[in-house]
């Protein structure tokens, strides 16, 4: 498996960044990478909760459920299925950790196999820097949508220069 990771400081709470993760259906918000997004799970969060995202690539979609819950601090997602889905398997987690009371460090990990074998295998390195530039801007995205209040607009340029890329 591949590994991405990445983290960004965000002038807010734990409470209020968890808030935002925590609508699960609503991730097009704050990731410029997904043009619309909706629940196809009934309730909101927790493990077992599944969701459908139009990505900002013409014609790609991708499944997600929620395989791991930690109340206020994290989740694991999933991405299960998809159309345009190079991945064999991929799984995502987002975390928070407080730094003081209106400050949290926010980190995104998203480790994956893609799909053809020793083919898929050859084209990790590209996916590589194509999920540290998502992961960047996953974070940026919610670090300005939480510190704004503003949603992101799919494909919209965000300053990543605070977000750190492990």
Partial sequence: MQRATASVEIDAPVERIWEVLADFGNVSVFNPGVTRSHLTSEGGGGVGATRHCDLAAAGASIEERIVEWVEGESYTIEIYD???????????????????????T?????????????????????????????????????????ETGAPVAARQRLDTGAVRIV
């Fill in 82 to 104: 998809g159309t345009r889905n190079p991945f064999a398997t991929a799984l995502a987690t987002l975390s928070l950790a407080p730094i003081a009371d209106d400050r949290t």
């Fill in 106 to 146: 926010a980190s995104m990990q998203i480790e994956w196999r893609t799909k053809g074998g020793i083919i898929g295998r050859l084209l990790d390195g590209g996916m590589r820097a194509q999920n540290r530039k998502a992961i960047a801007g996953v974070l940026a995205g919610l670090k300005h949508h939480v």
